[in-house]
């Protein structure tokens, strides 16, 4: 099992940025997706969803309007899209897979973005 992100950088206050998520090694369209993010000292933060089946999403208040979630199953590649990004948006992000039934949770080894002038 593997889960590669990319697209991390440098971006200034206001820039976008999109992360990728590859995954391999298990059945990509049965699992839930999610991007998390951490800064030092802080526990890890759940930025937003997106459900196996049907598309259904969900986002932290904060990222809420600004960032979009997606998946391409055919791909077995989790997105996400960050828009008029903040300088507190500046975190380690790390995409997550996770499944009930069996019970399984995936890790990548997450990237770094930082906003900044």
């Known amino acids: 099992v593997q889960l590669v992100e990319s697209g991390g950088g440098l971006v200034q206050p206001g820039g976008s940025l999109r992360l990728s998520c590859a995954a391999s090694?298990?059945?990509?369209?049965?699992?839930?997706l999610s991007w998390y993010r951490q800064v030092p000292g802080k526990e890890r933060e759940l930025v937003a969803t997106?459900?196996?089946?049907?598309?259904?999403?969900n986002y932290a208040d904060s990222v809420k309007g600004r960032f979009t979630i997606s998946r391409d199953n055919a791909k077995n590649t989790v997105y996400l899209q960050m828009n008029s990004m903040k300088p507190e948006d500046t975190a380690v992000y790390y995409c997550?897979?996770?499944?009930?039934?069996?019970?399984?949770?995936?890790w990548g080894q997450g990237t770094q973005v930082t906003v900044s002038s």
């Open positions: 090694g298990f059945t990509f369209s049965s699992y839930t």
């Open positions: 997106i459900i196996s089946r049907g598309g259904k999403t």
């Open positions: 997550n897979a996770r499944s009930m039934i069996p019970p399984a949770s995936y």
